[in-house]
């Protein structure tokens, strides 16, 4: 019965951390894992001469070559037209490619990951994988001295990821379910601290937003705040490249989790609003848009409402991260986005799912981990400075 209820009390946490798991198998799957092993195969009819160049690098270099020079007499030549080709790395494609010989044709395989969708800059239009792997190689075998039929493209090895998304959401229920199991075995007599004076709770209440307004009525709070913003303007202007397009990592949201996490979402608006103005004006070689502004001042009060007066748990950390990551950024970030470039649906719907969601899920764990191990290591610290209630400093837990 009481596994029952404790259940029900976290079905919301669960379903949610059903729901990253599957996405996250998803896209481990559909990004990294096919990438790497799916191939696809580009069956052709040639001579047996004709196949030997198509893995020699030289050759690709007197192609590329042939065309770059066909490209310049275009500019100064208005009746040529360009040739548009997929810039390939095809010193790294060849080494790795293969050619096999069918009964009635050739298979030149190579692997998934050289030929993603891609966006075209000047339509917005998605070129799919399948038709670059075709017209890329087209295009090299127009400049063989023998003749070569292109007969069709397909893929293989490419495994499934609704099936390993499933597997990972069932197998995060199941660790969800022996989490609980053993937390009720070994649960503490926790202190009680849901008062609604130093605790709260729900957020429903006048005095919780009244304090939480009062983040500038002291020095020591302002000093405080000034210092820890600090360290995120520091943090926000030192990036670590993520592999997803443009889109790096960075640690400002555990000094800004901190930030929300001692005074609130109030603050957490005031200094999201701060950071991106700021922000821009310290590094303006970026993009200033206002929608960028409103995700930081969202974030800073979804962890202000996450954190702020309540008792801390990895499961606290889970969501917050979550409604940060996929509403946030994802959902509201790719908009700005689109609005920004004018692009339409099908490229914003690209950008999502091979750019902005597979990078914000994942990091959504490991983002989650060491937001609560920062608010696990500085609770004591903060309660001894009378930043934090010492009842939340000593119940800081998984769930």
Sequence with gaps: MKFLKLMNRYKIVIILFCFTFFLFGYFITD????????????????????????????????????IEEH???????????????????YKDMLQSAKIEKQDTHFTLSIKK????????????????S?????????????YTNYNMEFISVELLNNQNPYWIGGYCALS???????GLGIYLIYKKDFVVIEDNINVYTSIFHRK????????????????????????????????IPSGFGNLGISFTYLFFGVICWIYGPCCGLFIGFCSDILGYFIH?????????????????????VCFYKKRITFANCLVARIFVNLFVNVGLGSLWWKIIYHLDFDAYLTYVTFTSLPKNLLYLLPQSILLFLLFKALSKPLASLNLIDKSVSENINLF
């Design 113 to 128: 990951k050289f030929f993603p969708n891609l966006v075209s800059s000047s339509t917005g239009k998605v070129n799919q």
């Design 284 to 304: 303006p070689s970026g993009m200033f848009f206002m929608g960028y502004t409103l995700d930081a001042m969202l974030a800073g009060f979804i962890y202000g």
């Design 208 to 239: 919780y937003w009244k304090e939480s307004m009062g983040f500038i009525n002291s020095v020591k709070k302002m000093c405080t705040i000034s210092i820890l913003f600090a360290c995120m303007l520091i943090c926000k202007l030192i990036p």
């Design 31 to 66: 990004y990294f894992i096919n990438n790497q092993y799916a191939r696809y195969r580009y069956n052709f009819i040639a001579d047996t001469e004709s196949v030997e160049c198509l893995l020699d690098e030289n050759f690709y270099d007197q192609v590329f070559a042939k």
């Design 130 to 142: 399948e038709n670059r792997v075709k017209n890329y190689f087209n295009l090299i075998g127009s």
């Design 172 to 178: 995060s229920l199941v660790i969800s379910v022996i």
């Design 71 to 89: 490209n310049l007499q275009a500019e100064q030549d208005s009746s040529l037209k360009k040739i548009s080709y997929a810039k390939i790395d």
